[in-house]
């Protein structure tokens, strides 16, 4: 069965720094990858996902995330981070073997003015 | 292109009331998912339908939860009776049919039970 680890509670960083958000991954077969992002009182937005091919994937808001194979690994990153990327930010993994699909617990990023 | 809609927002019952709530996703989506979210944690799936057939709701408490997509469009998700940890966000997400394609959420419902 496939899971997912977010192993940070919470990330604060200043504003104009670079942010990372660390996500690890656990599957049989060959993983789907998403990131999603969730703002207060709202559902979960789509930002980012891995599916085959090239290891950087770019996504929405300046966002991008790097697979990394030998470390199962799906880092969200962003070089330079504002005010309103201040949200909670999810991880999610699909095999292409189940139908399941599992989410991280959630990291929360804040971005310090 | 509109999104998820979900209804109810907010809901507040009392312990052993019945809820419902109600989802209509986007047009042409196949697959419709409801999750369960606890606070400080992710979504939790509770049922996926492709079209009007449920094939996976191994995490739905079916002594107490319900769901169906009789034409294969919105979806109702009834809690009877509602239990005090039953106070949750129930999401609601469509995608059009592929492992690989995105989910997208409806805003939620969150419900409190007193």
């Known amino acids: 069965a496939q899971s997912v680890a977010q192993p940070e509670d919470q990330v604060n960083v200043a504003e104009g720094n670079p942010l990372t958000v660390k996500c690890t991954y656990s599957v049989s077969g060959n993983p789907y990858l998403f990131w999603y992002v969730q703002y207060p009182n709202r559902g979960l937005q789509f930002l980012l996902k891995?599916?085959?091919?090239?290891?950087l994937v770019k996504g929405s808001y300046g966002f991008e995330a790097e697979f990394n194979k030998s470390q199962t690994s799906f880092h969200l990153k962003k070089p330079s981070a504002l005010v309103s990327d201040s949200a909670l930010y999810f991880c999610?993994?699909?095999?292409?073997?189940?139908?399941?699909?599992?989410f991280g617990k959630g990291t929360r990023l804040h971005i310090l003015p | 292109e509109a999104g998820v809609v979900q209804s109810p927002r907010y809901k507040i019952i009392e312990k052993k009331q019945p809820v419902a709530f109600w989802c209509n996703p986007i047009s042409g989506h196949n697959t419709l998912y409801w999750y369960r979210q606890n606070l400080g944690q992710g979504p939790e799936l509770l049922i996926r339908y492709e079209n009007e057939e449920a094939v996976d709701d191994s995490q739905l408490p079916k002594d107490r939860f319900s769901a169906e997509r009789l034409k294969g469009v919105d979806s109702t998700l009834k809690i009877q009776p509602a239990e005090l940890g039953d106070s949750a966000v129930y999401l609601c997400a469509s995608s059009p049919g592929l492992l690989t394609d995105t989910q997208y959420f409806g805003p939620g419902t969150r419900l409190t039970v007193l």
């Open positions: 891995y599916i085959t091919g090239d290891n």
């Open positions: 999610a993994v699909r095999e292409d073997r189940d139908d399941k699909i599992i």
